[in-house]
């Protein structure tokens, strides 16, 4: 089993910057499936923030977080990273990595098989 540990939440103010990391335990090759990130604010549905493929050709955004948001991966330590900066409060969420089914990227939970825990994230104003 292949568990997905997120690291890196917590409380900052709007326009700070946050980095979250998440480390992929040992049981398929990490090198060979996308990853992504996804939110979650209470009261509200899960939703997709960003995702990046196998080889981290191609990125993919959320149109609320593109331009403040970048994602990226270290094959060598199965390692996501989701750099958070110009954090607003409506980013205020628990953020979920997710490993992806294949090397899609797609933008729907359903791309996805493995899910961490989640790490909260607030944003105060």
């Known amino acids: 089993q292949v568990d997905l540990e997120e690291s890196g939440g917590g409380l900052v103010q709007a326009g700070g910057s946050l980095r979250l990391s998440c480390v992929a335990s040992?049981?398929?090759?990490?090198?060979?499936?996308?990853m992504g990130w996804f939110r979650q604010a209470p009261g509200r549905e899960r939703e997709f923030v960003a995702a990046?493929?196998?080889?981290?050709?191609?990125?993919r955004y959320a149109d609320s977080v593109k331009g403040r948001f970048t994602i990226s991966r270290d094959n060598t330590r199965n390692t996501v990273t989701l750099q958070m900066d110009i954090l607003k409060p409506e980013d205020t969420a628990v953020y979920y990595c997710?490993?992806?089914?294949?090397?899609?990227?797609?933008?729907?939970?359903?791309?996805?098989?493995?899910w961490g825990q989640g790490t909260q994230v607030t944003v105060s104003s």
């Open positions: 997710a490993g992806g089914r294949g090397s899609y990227y797609g933008t729907s939970a359903g791309d996805y098989a493995l």
């Open positions: 040992a049981g398929r090759t990490f090198s060979r499936y996308a």
């Open positions: 990046i493929d196998h080889r981290s050709t191609n990125t």
